[in-house]
Structures are given as structure tokens and as C-alpha cells.
């Protein structure tokens, strides 16, 4: 007898059909992966199953959990079960919490409300739940606020709110997308303890197919509202029976063809950074204290040669975003010297700067917060042009914009839409398309992909190793994603607190790391071969 | 938090001088001589120097802005030159009656408008959100002047039931109080209207943001029911841009309450300061001024205060 069973279940909102015929179940102790791209049903499904639908949400269909059908029980009911029997964990920790309440009364509160318990023993309890998730109390009284507590520290919260009262079922929605490796490593590792030590389900909800394999004893894989395959992960993932799900696995192990960099050979030097150094002053305690500086680039050399691909990876908050504002010269180093083609940037002025800037370019992670609305395309991505020491005139202009589109596989016909007329992908293809129309000697790339869904994510990475073919652009790849820095890189440096410690071949560093933040890069790194590997072994052990 | 405070205080203290350096060039400025208009056009120069002599208004212009500054600080605001009588008299005069009318409206509008606006809020789309807030798109549109003459005709005219102008001050004991409760009531309703309703929007729109975090989705799926949602976890942060608007509604309601003071014949500080600028009382100007610049700083304070008690990011100085 299933814990959670879900049958022909349909949902509406509004006319829009959201989910078709879903078909689910989970068993006591079950750990089931849920797994699709953007906009596949994966969330709705699980507040279905929270009956936290938005308002215009129809359901239809049988949803029973542990004898209680879902679609049908009162509001009331719902109150008793949510937090109760079945805890939730959502993916954005940084929101997740209300910023004006202690950790405290946060974890307390749902005890509180379901027990019945007197607040000493409620906090008792939460004192003790946050322990267990890793916030002990000397470190983490329950009197801090969320605003005190890092992402990593604000999920723990979050789990032990929704675990406080040994639910049967957690639902966890992209519960590590918003965290870095090592802290996604860490909560998946804290999740799987939890469903041991008290036989607890799990629906782990996620776009990216190695951590589902990691944690999942059974996979579920959806595609537009629609259950494509589901089974034993080892099996689905091994056999790929279903055409999506071969398309899903390949997508995600996806690595462009690309020249070797040996066929090039040691280029001329494009950019030299060295001994930079960046320092932030630290709010003074009071006006008589010493002022404190934080040091977020600490000391950092290297140079990459035209037309190379280099990585820059590392935990969030170790110092690589200064570095390439740094490098983009929307920032300057307290000390040390940049050189982008010979030239010294860091003691110019904005004028002298634009030869520069015209040969850099960026490209960000949102492909959706990047542009204005209100502009078209062809006003968005001729932005650059203005660094050209000849403007343009309008049909030289759109001569270039069309030419820049094509380049990234749009058509020139897309100049005269507005950005929301794209999806995602296409959204990051235009953003490339701006970074490559002035022809830039080197493209800073802030994550590029991650926003992404992983079929698109492998087109956007051929296309990068494409472009660095044809027009020999040099990228600076910042990424705390291994498998995008493997894809299109071909050397790597791994920064840990502001610091450059591991540098070299992409492949080499990532097959034997030798500092020990390299190593927990890749240790906590989720990679679908290696995760298959192990639970196949683990499968054919016993 | 005491840094988060005395850092406002400082910055309270410092707009204080600027203003009173600003009311006073200002007016030093402006065209129009207290001599002239208080001896008439026809004044001889003889006469008109000795007033001036007689009302230091022949000393140097740093020496007299010094003076009044200190002056300002031991509680003297100098006389008026068309009362002859002390500028702090009249204007404490002005104040029994300014500051409890604006405390009346605002209590009257905040007790109104913050439960319509969660109400409305709670249910947003629904026909009873739809009546609240066209409600308050009326009271926003009906002039306050119109709505005031409309409650004197029916409760004053018709009713007879509160007096339809004047005040005749607090009195003595409770029924001197409740006489000048009763002739402060229908003016405070009348201005009490607009601001509720301005504060009504308001609390609704902050409501339906707070209501769409994250943190209110965690809190339901902690189990708690849309109504203990609603109170525990989204009013106090809605609270914050509510009391944005709080704050700036008991400035205007200090002294910007010109024209209902002159619908019911109220000696307020509206009208003093209105009379005082068209005879060029440049020293009840300048001193009221003053006053209504110290009572917004107060105000502001307060706010700011609230907010910290209200968001406890704030406390620690970010």
C-alpha cells in the first residue's frame, strides 16, 4: 500500500490544461525523484498534492494520501496535514523565511499549532530540530533572524520547519538549485539521513538528472504536464527506454565538439591580470573602532592568450564575480595591474576605457533581467555599437544586428520582437548576439547557462564552443558548475577565498585535484555517470 | 539599534538647522517690509526707522538670525508684530486645537482604512474587495471641503446634533472636554475621509505583495489556516510602506488643514499661518515654520522607530 498515490490526475487553471492524466506513487520510505524542464508540471504537482494551487487551479482525479483523499478534503483538513504529515521544502531559501520573525518562532510556530505544545516546550523541540539539521544552538541561537544566516543556513531552517513533526511525506522542490555545489552536497546529504532515520518519503523534485539519481530509488519524468516514464532509476536512466528520457540524459552530459587547444598552441597573451587585489571596507562597529577592510580578490595573477577558453570556478561568495568586474573594468583592484592587450586598465578613465570595452563584452545568467522590456531586439543588441569609434548609420546598423543574430542561430527577421516574444534559450542567444557585435577579443560569461533547461543548455554550449571556433573569441567562464567549465573550456582556475589556489588543464584539474577545495568541488560535484555507477552497484550488491 | 537611532537623531538635528537657516533667508529674501505694512503706505521715514530701530530690524542680518536661533532654543520665538503678544502664546493657542484634530483624523482614518485594506486584501477579486475599494476611490475623489459641508448640513443642520463651526476651547473638567471633542468631531471626520481611503489602497496593495513571498507560501505549508497567515506573517510586513504613508498623512494634517479650518471657523495653525503671511508677520512665519519642521523630524522619528520595531534588518544598521 502506497503512502501517496496519485491517479488520472488533471489540472486547469484557468482553460489552460496544466498537468494530463498524472500518474505517481510513492511507498513509505521512498525516496522518488520528479524530474523535467521549466514549465513540465513538476511544482504543480506537488502542490497539488500540498493543495497550495493557485486560485483559478482545477483538479481532477484521485490523490490519496495515506487513506485521505486530497482533492476532496476540506480546507480545514489540509490545515492539519500540511506541516503534519507531509512538510514542504521550496527552492529559493533566500525568501523563504519571514524576514521579520526569529528562526525560533519559525520552527516553533508549526509545532506549536499542531501539538498544541506551551512555548518552552515548542522551543524546546525546534532548538532541538535545528540541532539536528546542522544549527546548533551555541552557534545559532533560536533569537537570530533569516537576514543573519547565510542560504546554506537559511535552507537548514527551512528543512527543519518542515521536518519538526517527523512528517511521513517531504516534498522537495528544487531544494539545492539556488546553492552551491558543496552546500547542495551537504543538504542532499542531510534529506537522505533524514528519510533513514525516520522512514520518511521523499519527492524530490529537480531539473538536473544526477541528483536525482543520487538520492532517488525511483524516477519519474515529466514532459509538458505529462508523465513520460517512470520506474527504478538505476533501470530508467541505464535503459532510456523512452525517447525523452535518452534526449534528457544526453542533454545533460552534453560536451561540444570542440578544437584542441593544442591545435592552436600558446597564443599570443590577450589579457594579463597580476597581483590584483580587491578590499571592501567593513561597516565600522562604531565610530571609534578600527576600520576593517574584507579582502574578496586576494593577490590573484594570470593571463589568458587570444582566442583561449578559461574557467573560473569556486564556491558563491569566494571572490569570482569581483574578479571579472574587475576585469571589465567596472571595478577597480585596490592594487595590482590588468593589461587587456597590452594596455593597462585600471588606472583609466571611462573615455580612454572604450577602446577596451569594445573588445569585451559580457554575457550574464538571466537571460530575462538583463534586457528592457519596453526595447526590441534590435535596439537591445545594436546597445554595444555605440563603443565603435564610427557610429553606424540605421542600415549599417541593422546590417550588423542581422549579421549578429545569425551568428547565434536567430534569424534577422527577430530584430523588429520585443525580448518576452522569446523563450530562454533564445533570450541567452539574443544577450550573445549583443556580446558578439562589436567582434570582442574576449567574453566574460557569468554563469551563462545555469538559468537554463538542460536541452537548451547543451544548444547554448555548442553554441559558445562555436563561436570561440570561428571568431576566435577568448571567454573568461565563471561557473561553480563542473560539467559547463568541462564542456567549453579548456584550462581552469579554482578560486577559494579570493584567492587563485588550482590552476590548469580543464580535464586534468577536474580527474585529480590536488588542493582540497578543488577535491570538494568535484566531490560534490553531481555527475550522472558516477552516480549511476554507484547505484548500480549498490542495486546488483543488494 | 541605538546606533540605528542616534544616527537618526543626528540626522533630524542637522535638517532642523538647515531649515531654520533656510525659513530664514527665505523670508529675509522675500519682498514686503513689517514696518511699512504695520505704520501703513503713508508712514513718514522718520517713523518707519524708529520702528524698525525699535524692532531690531536694523542690525546686521547675522546678529538677528543668531539671536532668533537662541532665542528659539530657551523657548523664546520673539513677538508677533501685528498681535504684539508672544509668538509661543499664540501658537500654543493654535496647537490645542491643531494637534488633537490631527490626532483625531488620523486615529479615525488608521482605525477605518488598515482593516478595509486587509479585508479587501484577504479578498482580493471577490465582489466585497471590488464595493471596498470603490469605496475608497470615492473617497479619494470627493473634495474634503464638499464632504465637510455635506456633514454640516446633516449633522448640524439637520440632526443637530454637533456644532456646525467655531471652538470653544477645552474648558473646564469633562464636559469643557467633551464641548471641544464634540466641535473638533465633524472636522476630523472630514479630513479623516481622503486619508482613510488613500490609506485603505495602500494597505491593500501591501498586503497583496506581501501575500505573494515566499515566506507566506512556508507558512501555509507549515498548516497554518489563510486567516492566521494573514495575521501573523503578512501584516507586520505590509505594516512598513503603511507607515510610510502614516507618517507623511500626520505632516499634512499638522498645519495643511487650511481649508476645512476655514469651513468650520477653527483658530488653527493652518490659519494663523496664513494670516500671518499675507500681513507679513515674518517672526509667527518664521517661529511656525520652525514648529511644523521639529513636529515632522518628531514625526519621522517615530516612524523610523517603527519601522525598526516592525523590521529587525533594520536594527542592525543595513
Given amino acids: 500500500m502506497s503512502l501517496l498515490e496519485i491517479e488520472n490526475l488533471s489540472l486547469t487553471i484557468g482553460e489552460a490544461p496544466i498537468?494530463?492524466?498524472?500518474?505517481?506513487?510513492?511507498?513509505?520510505?521512498?525516496?522518488?525523484?520528479?524530474?523535467?524542464?521549466?514549465?513540465?508540471?513538476?511544482?504543480?504537482?506537488?502542490?497539488?498534492?500540498?493543495?497550495?494551487?493557485?486560485?483559478?487551479?482545477?483538479?481532477?482525479?484521485?490523490?490519496?494520501?495515506?487513506?485521505?483523499?486530497?482533492v476532496a478534503a476540506p480546507e480545514a483538513a489540509m490545515c492539519r496535514l500540511r506541516g503534519d504529515d507531509i512538510g514542504m521544502v521550496f527552492q529559493e531559501p533566500m525568501t523563504a523565511l519571514n524576514p521579520v520573525k526569529t528562526i525560533g518562532e519559525q520552527v516553533a510556530e508549526g509545532i506549536r499549532w499542531h501539538t498544541g505544545a506551551n512555548r518552552p516546550d515548542a522551543e524546546a523541540r525546534a532548538r532541538a530540530m535545528l540541532e539536528r539539521v546542522g544549527l546548533p544552538?551555541?552557534?545559532?541561537?533560536?533569537?537570530?533572524?533569516?537576514?543573519?544566516?547565510?542560504?546554506?543556513?537559511?535552507?537548514?531552517?527551512?528543512?527543519?520547519?518542515?521536518?519538526?513533526?517527523?512528517?511521513?511525506?517531504?516534498?522537495?522542490?528544487?531544494?539545492?538549485?539556488?546553492?552551491?555545489?558543496?552546500?547542495?552536497?551537504?543538504?542532499?546529504?542531510?534529506?537522505?539521513d533524514l528519510v533513514d532515520e525516520n522512514r520518511m518519503s521523499l519527492l524530490l523534485i529537480s531539473h538536473d538528472l544526477a541528483v536525482v539519481t543520487e538520492m532517488a530509488d525511483r524516477t519519474t519524468i515529466m514532459r509538458h504536464g505529462q508523465v513520460m516514464e517512470a520506474g527504478e532509476t538505476a533501470r530508467t536512466l541505464t535503459e532510456k527506454v523512452h525517447p525523452y528520457t535518452r534526449r534528457l540524459a544526453e542533454a545533460s552530459t552534453h560536451v561540444p565538439e570542440r578544437a584542441k587547444p593544442a591545435d592552436s598552441g600558446p597564443g599570443e597573451t590577450l589579457l594579463n591580470v597580476e597581483g590584483v587585489t580587491r578590499d571592501y571596507p567593513i561597516r565600522r562597529a562604531s565610530l571609534f573602532s578600527t576600520q576593517h577592510s574584507f579582502r574578496a580578490v586576494d593577490d590573484v595573477s594570470f593571463s589568458l592568450a587570444r582566442g583561449q577558453s578559461m574557467a573560473l570556478v569556486g564556491r558563491?561568495?569566494?571572490?569570482?564575480?569581483?574578479?571579472?568586474?574587475?576585469?571589465?573594468?567596472?571595478?577597480?583592484?585596490?592594487?595590482?595591474?590588468?593589461?587587456?592587450?597590452?594596455?593597462?586598465?585600471?588606472n583609466k578613465s571611462?573615455?580612454?576605457?572604450?577602446?577596451?570595452?569594445?573588445?569585451?563584452?559580457?554575457?550574464?545568467?538571466?537571460?530575462?533581467?538583463?534586457?528592457?522590456?519596453?526595447h526590441k531586439v534590435e535596439r537591445l543588441v545594436a546597445e554595444p555599437l555605440h563603443l565603435l569609434d564610427e557610429k553606424p548609420d540605421r542600415a549599417r546598423r541593422r546590417e550588423l544586428v542581422a549579421e549578429a543574430l545569425e551568428e547565434v542561430g536567430l534569424s534577422a527577421a527577430d530584430m523588429e520582437k520585443y525580448p518576452h516574444e522569446f523563450s530562454g534559450g533564445q533570450r541567452q542567444r539574443i544577450s550573445i548576439a549583443r556580446a558578439v557585435i562589436t567582434r570582442p577579443k574576449l567574453i566574460v560569461a557569468d554563469e551563462p547557462v545555469s538559468a537554463l533547461d538542460v536541452s537548451i543548455r547543451a544548444q547554448i554550449l555548442d553554441l559558445f564552443a562555436d563561436l570561440n571556433r570561428r571568431l576566435k573569441v577568448a571567454y573568461l567562464v565563471i561557473t561553480h558548475d563542473l560539467t559547463v567549465a568541462r564542456a567549453i573550456t579548456d584550462r581552469v582556475m579554482v578560486m577559494h577565498e579570493g584567492k587563485i589556489v588550482e590552476e590548469g588543464d580543464t580535464n586534468t584539474v577536474f580527474d585529480r585535484p590536488e588542493t582540497e577545495t578543488a577535491k570538494a568541488l568535484v566531490a560534490a560535484a553531481p555527475d550522472?555517470?558516477?552516480?549511476?555507477?554507484?547505484?548500480?552497484a549498490r542495486v546488483s550488491g543488494g | 539599534m541605538t546606533a540605528y537611532l542616534a544616527k537618526r537623531l543626528a540626522v533630524g538635528l542637522a535638517t532642523l538647522f538647515v531649515a531654520s537657516l533656510v525659513v530664514f533667508s527665505v523670508l529675509e529674501i522675500l519682498p514686503g517690509d513689517p514696518a511699512r505694512i504695520m505704520l501703513g503706505m503713508n508712514a513718514s521715514?522718520?517713523?518707519?526707522?524708529?520702528?524698525?530701530?525699535?524692532?531690531?530690524?536694523?542690525?546686521?542680518?547675522?546678529?538677528?538670525?543668531?539671536?532668533?536661533?537662541?532665542?528659539?532654543?530657551?523657548?523664546?520665538?520673539?513677538?508677533?508684530?501685528?498681535?504684539?503678544s508672544p509668538v509661543v502664546e499664540l501658537v500654543a493657542e493654535r496647537v490645542a486645537v491643531?494637534?488633537?484634530?490631527?490626532?483625531?483624523?488620523?486615529?479615525?482614518?488608521?482605525?477605518?482604512?488598515?482593516?478595509?485594506?486587509?479585508?479587501?486584501?484577504?479578498?482580493?477579486?471577490?465582489?466585497?474587495?471590488?464595493?471596498?475599494m470603490g469605496a475608497a476611490q470615492v473617497g479619494v475623489a470627493i473634495p474634503n471641503f464638499w464632504f465637510a459641508m455635506l456633514l454640516v448640513y446633516v449633522f448640524a443642520v439637520g440632526f443637530r446634533l454637533l456644532p456646525a463651526g467655531g471652538f470653544p476651547g477645552w474648558g473646564e473638567g469633562w464636559g469643557g472636554l467633551w464641548q471641544g471633542f464634540k466641535a473638533l468631531l465633524l472636522p476630523a471626520v472630514s479630513l479623516a475621509l481622503p486619508q482613510a481611503a488613500i490609506l485603505a489602497r495602500v494597505t491593500r496593495s501591501a498586503m497583496l505583495e506581501v501575500l505573494g513571498e515566499d515566506y507566506i507560501r512556508t507558512a501555509r505549508a507549515k498548516g497554518l489556516p489563510r486567516r492566521a497567515v494573514l495575521w501573523r506573517h503578512a501584516l507586520?510586513?505590509?505594516?512598513?510602506?503603511?507607515?510610510?504613508?502614516?507618517?507623511?498623512?500626520?505632516?499634512?494634517?499638522?498645519?495643511?488643514?487650511?481649508?476645512?479650518?476655514?469651513?468650520?471657523?477653527?483658530?488653527?495653525?493652518?490659519?494663523?499661518?496664513?494670516?500671518?503671511?499675507?500681513?507679513r508677520d515674518l517672526i509667527v512665519v518664521e517661529g511656525v515654520v520652525m514648529l511644523l519642521v521639529a513636529s515632522i523630524i518628531v514625526v519621522n522619528l517615530l516612524v523610523d522607530i517603527c519601522y525598526a520595531v516592525a523590521d529587525p534588518r533594520l536594527r542592525t544598521g543595513r
Fill in chain 1, 528 to 536: 550522472l555517470d558516477r552516480a549511476l555507477r554507484m547505484r548500480l
Fill in chain 1, 137 to 192: 544552538e551555541k552557534q545559532f541561537p533560536l533569537t537570530r533572524y533569516p537576514h543573519e544566516l547565510s542560504g546554506g543556513q537559511r535552507q537548514r531552517v527551512v528543512i527543519a520547519i518542515a521536518c519538526a513533526l517527523k512528517p511521513k511525506l517531504l516534498i522537495a522542490d528544487e531544494p539545492t538549485t539556488a546553492l552551491d555545489v558543496v552546500l547542495q552536497a551537504q543538504i542532499l546529504d542531510l534529506l537522505r
Fill in chain 2, 98 to 132: 491643531s494637534l488633537p484634530l490631527a490626532v483625531m483624523a488620523l486615529t479615525l482614518s488608521t482605525a477605518i482604512a488598515i482593516p478595509v485594506g486587509i479585508f479587501a486584501a484577504a479578498r482580493r477579486g471577490r465582489l466585497s474587495d471590488t464595493l471596498a
Fill in chain 1, 19 to 70: 498537468l494530463k492524466d498524472i500518474d505517481l506513487s510513492i511507498s513509505a520510505g521512498e525516496v522518488m525523484g520528479l524530474v523535467g524542464e521549466s514549465g513540465s508540471g513538476k511544482s504543480m504537482t506537488a502542490l497539488t498534492v500540498m493543495k497550495l494551487l493557485p486560485h483559478a487551479a482545477r483538479a481532477k482525479g484521485r490523490v490519496v494520501f495515506d487513506g485521505i483523499d486530497i
Fill in chain 2, 236 to 279: 507586520r510586513n505590509a505594516l512598513i510602506p503603511v507607515l510610510t504613508i502614516l507618517g507623511l498623512q500626520f505632516a499634512f494634517l499638522l498645519a495643511g488643514t487650511i481649508i476645512i479650518e476655514n469651513v468650520f471657523y477653527l483658530p488653527g495653525l493652518g490659519r494663523l499661518i496664513f494670516q500671518a503671511i499675507s500681513q
Fill in chain 2, 45 to 84: 521715514p522718520e517713523a518707519l526707522d524708529a520702528l524698525r530701530s525699535q524692532m531690531g530690524l536694523d542690525r546686521p542680518v547675522v546678529l538677528r538670525y543668531l539671536d532668533w536661533l537662541t532665542g528659539m532654543a530657551t523657548g523664546d520665538f520673539g513677538r508677533s508684530y501685528t498681535y504684539s
Fill in chain 1, 316 to 346: 558563491s561568495g569566494c571572490g569570482k564575480s569581483t574578479l571579472a568586474r574587475m576585469i571589465l573594468a567596472l571595478d577597480r583592484p585596490t592594487g595590482g595591474s590588468i593589461r587587456f592587450e597590452g594596455e593597462r586598465l585600471e
Fill in chain 1, 350 to 374: 571611462e573615455g580612454e576605457l572604450r577602446p577596451a570595452r569594445r573588445h569585451m563584452q559580457v554575457v550574464f545568467q538571466d537571460p530575462y533581467g538583463s534586457f528592457n522590456p519596453r
